[in-house]
């Protein structure tokens, strides 16, 4: 289980996007990469057979050490550890103690 799941809220903490926020689409485990809806934009050039060439703007992933998980209820940025509960494998607050739910 990684700390970044999908559909989590992320700030941007280093880079050109410092301060960003916003919520995953996609997460790539083995690179360690994830792509962040609105964030780290990049064009780039394509080549249409139909006549649809020209710039297209897309997110570009972005490295995992880069951003921070903001919390679901306070939307202030935390570090998170696991712990097993009840058999499971679930990710934890390390200030609280508050189990932070994997949305799905």
Do not use: W
Request: aromatic share 2%; glycine share 10%.
């Amino acid at each position: 289980m990684n700390k970044i799941c999908r559909k989590d809220k992320v700030k941007v903490i280093y880079g050109r996007n410092k301060g960003a926020v916003g919520v995953v689409t996609r997460v790539f485990p083995t690179e360690g990469k994830i792509i962040i809806e609105g964030v780290n934009k990049v064009k780039r050039h394509k080549k249409g057979a139909d006549g649809e060439s020209g710039l297209v703007e897309k997110e570009a992933p972005l490295n995992v050490s880069k951003v921070v998980l903001l919390d679901p209820k306070t939307d202030k940025p935390v570090k998170i550890r696991f712990e097993v509960k009840d058999g499971k494998k679930v990710r934890v607050n390390k200030k609280t103690g508050e189990e932070i739910p994997k949305l799905v």
